[in-house]
DNA sequence: GTGAAAGCGCTAACAG
DNA sequence: CTGTTAGCGCTTTCAC
């Protein structure tokens, strides 16, 4: 191998096998016609130089990537871990090669901005958005010119495509439970808006499945025991159970509950937490597999030009009955 | 903005602009002296037209890119997860710009090849590799081209740094703990070498230090729950305590346990798991924080030229006492 | 089957 | 302060 294998190039391999540069491309991509001796040489000399294409060069004369990008949003929460974990796995099964930029939370700002620029200089080929945290509106310049799959949130633009979660259906699903368990007034925990759109989304769905059960709305930041407080003194003054948009949020709760002695039903929301079974968490079981399967799926397809998809789907997922979401005891 | 965004180039910019094409450059990019008046009429163009820069290009013409490239294992374990999570925060505040590339769980195989390939084609300025799947030997011919830091575990090759986790230290604190809580005969379960190579150099620091312990060392596969029922044989015949290489199969054998009735002390290792406090794991707490932190910066540091730091650096978490792994109960 | 030549879009000396 | 001039390393017609 050279001493310096970065700085070797197609020129130099080409030399060495004694053959001109074009055909040494050629030979190296398994492109166009070549003599397999040629292949072999010229493949086995740039083997043994070390060389490494150069992607910006080929890139660039090649005009545009394979690549296909992937916005993410933080993966210390369990639930991007997951959803990241499958997206790559589907994409490399899909023979889409990935690379990710991460935004941490940072809302509509410069983060988002910078990484989507990013991407976008690369020329991707095609674009997965896993955050909740960037705004359709910097997407929808670019739809019509590479591929944007939403994915794990709902997406406004038409023009945009989506695999998300049936978040009201979510809702719903753990509404009923409670109602079922005999809660007549609930605390409904999750985050404002402008924090985490994804938890209020969660929380008003929560809301609205409520009915006429008697609701108090805690909305917060993004801290998982932000507004803890809050939930805890409604418990005193007669909510029967805690119903938070995430199962962090959950465990913040059940923390505080087992401090203070205090004993109330909760849920959450995610289903993903390893362990959860083991903590008996109330939860719903949100369908990551599904959407990441779906996305990268849908992208495929429309990297091959292949649309007949309505552009916007949700997926279901299930409730997780659990433990910590009990029946009243009537005194 | 442009029907085309990504079509337009300097060139179009510049034209638009009235100025030639290392004049819009220089404005784009803030080099050398311009014109403030110029300068602002660019920016507004640019933005006007939706400019975004090939970045093929200019990599190319640069000699290089400023991005770091990181490789992952996959996400999906919260270890992983956190760390991912916390280089990549390191890096933002470092100002160093990431992509990643993820490696399944393929030792030694294509992918780790084919992920290297694209980072250094990328010519990433410089190397993160917080995965255990990628060998030395790989890397090691590009040490001395591009810095290369190796995080969350040790690197046998002088060549290439290391920020990793003192594991033989931390089984210390486990195989310790195990003793004063009276027990002489564990078992340790953990993956085999070929598995990972992480968790069989933690179950081997566990048995080194268990010393006079009667030790029965169960080696598996991947799965959480691969060995747990030899494991629970081993109990069965006397063993007070099931120590294991990784939280997650902590968990796996608290699950079987508690299907069986029995009861018996564990513990795990990593202490990153969201709920592991109300689950009352005992474990030790791996410093993924300092490990991230220090590979980040060692990193930056390398990048501006300054290297004065041992090439491999260990750091120490700390035990999480939990209330899984017990006191012997003497009959 | 192979080589020569013309760029891809951008940057970086240089002059002016 | 701005324009001109060479490329960066690779791919890709197009002739031979």
């Given at each position: 191998m050279a001493d310096r294998p970065l700085q070797v190039t197609v020129e130099d391999v080409a030399r060495e096998a004694g053959v001109s540069r074009s055909t040494a491309t050629r030979a190296l991509r398994g492109h166009g016609r070549i003599a397999e001796a040629t292949r072999t040489r010229v493949e086995s000399v740039a083997g043994r130089l070390g060389y490494v294409p150069n992607l910006a060069a080929s890139d660039l004369a090649a005009g545009g990537t394979g690549v296909v990008g992937l916005m993410l949003r933080d993966a210390a929460n369990p639930v991007y871990g997951a959803l990241f974990s499958r997206i790559e796995v589907a994409a490399r099964d899909a023979g889409l090669e990935l690379v990710t930029v991460t935004i941490g939370a940072?809302?509509?700002?410069?983060q988002q901005v910078q990484a989507l620029g990013r991407l976008l200089g690369m020329r991707v080929a095609g674009l997965l958005v896993a955050t909740g945290g960037v705004d359709s509106h910097r997407l929808e310049p670019f739809a019509s010119e590479v591929p944007i799959v939403r994915v794990g949130r709902d997406e406004p633009s038409a023009a945009i495509h989506a695999e998300s979660y049936d978040e009201a259906w979510h809702g719903g699903l753990l509404a009923a439970r409670a109602h079922e368990l005999g809660h007549a007034r609930v605390v409904v925990l999750g985050a404002e808006a402008a924090t985490s759109f994804g938890e209020h989304e969660r929380a008003e769905a929560l809301v609205a499945s409520l009915g006429a059960t008697r609701v108090d709305r805690v909305a917060t930041g993004a801290?998982?025991?932000?507004g803890v407080r809050d939930a805890l003194a409604a418990v005193d003054a007669g909510a029967t159970a805690v119903l938070c948009a995430s199962d962090t949020r959950q465990l913040a709760v059940l923390r505080a509950l087992a401090e203070r002695g205090v004993d109330c039903s909760t849920s959450g929301w995610?289903?993903?937490?390893?362990g959860l079974d083991l903590l008996g968490l109330s939860t719903v079981r949100v369908p990551v597999e599904s959407a990441a399967d779906a996305a990268v799926e849908r992208l495929a397809a429309l990297l091959d030009g292949d649309v007949d998809l309505p552009i916007h789907r949700r997926w279901r997922g299930e409730l997780?009955?659990?433990?910590?979401l009990r029946p009243v005891e009537h005194a």
């Open positions: 940072d809302p509509g700002g410069e801290a998982p025991d932000d995610d289903g993903i937490l390893p997780l009955p659990g433990r910590t």
